[in-house]
């Protein structure tokens, strides 16, 4: 069931990719989501390129499936990741926070399917005319960076002005969410921050454990004034940027504060004074669960909400 033009494109048993969250999405992560037959991503974030590729050699030695790489265009170090993702040969690439508009050629001419994370209509169409091969439309409930639009406005609107593959992401963490974006005419789903409490995630048990607290208004947006706003979970960091953004500070001064937040929070666990990004969807995960189990429970309450829906049909 659920066999959309995503599981042939990239050849996985359900269409259900896992987020390429920067620190979180390490190879053992991609590497167990993949195993149970989604499609994990190893995130290069903000890494040099050799921390990414031990991640991708580590991941090779994980799992004999396919998995992607998500390349962080505001990365510094992003025409090295790109250089080692070719001659890895990595079957999939995501994109974020940006075009990636340039390296796209380079990739289809090995074969690797392209898959650039968009924000908005008018960049979902500029995607498929250079040759993507899906999108992923992730709407402002998402965690980390995010666009403005929601995922129920957005993924309609770019389903019906492109012929490619849409993944829909933000804002989906189980079956419900799967089915509800296959009926707003996605043919995938991206799901982040329900493996940010995947067993298999290598993220500080401090991080997982405020995603497990996390009520429905603690995922906030700030930065709004760098242009670049982030959904994270409220805490001592949130503050002082908010008030920070009061006083109208300058744009550099603002950017400061963050440098340094996500790997603070991940890998040193200080959920305090680190980034905790998230998305809104953290009120509703409520377990550490293997990531097969994760997939499996998706898979079968879409199966099972598909069976309520029918009764509403009638006699
Ligand atoms: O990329 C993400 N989420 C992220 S990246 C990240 S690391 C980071 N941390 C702090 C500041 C900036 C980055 C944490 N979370 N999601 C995918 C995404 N892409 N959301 C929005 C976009 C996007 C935005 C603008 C994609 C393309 C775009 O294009 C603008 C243009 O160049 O036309």
Not at 6 to 18: G, V
Not at 30 to 41: D, K, M, N, T, Y
Not at 115 to 124: E, F, K, R
């Amino acid at each position: 069931m659920f066999q959309t033009r995503i599981c042939q494109l990239l050849n996985i048993q359900y269409p259900i990719i896992q987020g390429g969250m920067a620190w979180v999405a390490t190879a053992e992560l991609a590497a167990a989501v993949s195993e149970a037959g989604g499609l994990g991503i190893i995130a290069a974030g903000n890494a040099p390129a050799e921390v990414v590729e031990k991640e991708i050699q580590k991941a090779k030695e994980l799992t004999e499936k396919p998995f992607g790489v998500n390349i962080m265009l505001l990365s510094p170090f992003v025409d090295e990741v790109v250089e080692v993702v070719y001659r890895e040969r990595i079957p999939v690439i995501t994109t974020g926070a940006g075009n990636p508009g340039r390296f796209i050629n380079q990739f289809k001419e090995i074969g690797t399917k392209i898959i650039p994370v968009v924000p908005s209509v008018a960049l979902a169409k500029r995607m498929e005319k250079l040759g993507a091969d899906a999108v992923i439309v992730e709407g402002t409930e998402a965690g980390g960076h995010i666009g403005e639009l929601t995922t129920m406005v957005l993924v309609p609107s770019v389903a019906r002005e492109v012929s490619i593959p849409v993944i829909a992401a933000g804002g989906i963490v189980d079956g419900k969410g799967l089915l509800g974006a296959l009926s707003l005419g996605a043919e995938g789903v991206q799901i982040g921050t329900r493996f940010i409490c995947a067993t298999e995630c290598t993220a500080h048990e401090n991080y997982k454990q405020m995603v497990l607290r996390a009520k429905d208004r603690d995922a906030i947006v700030t930065a709004r004034a760098t242009g670049h706003p982030v959904r994270t979970l409220k805490n001592k960091l949130t503050k002082e940027f908010a008030a920070l953004e009061k006083t109208g500070a300058p744009l550099e001064e603002l950017e400061k504060l963050g440098v340094g937040r996500l790997r603070l929070a991940v890998v040193d666990g200080d959920i305090e004074n680190g980034s905790v990004m998230a998305g809104q969807v953290a009120a509703m995960v409520s377990q550490i669960q293997p990531a097969k189990e994760i997939i499996e429970e998706i898979v079968h309450e879409a199966e099972a909400q598909m069976e309520v829906l029918q009764k509403y049909k009638g006699e």
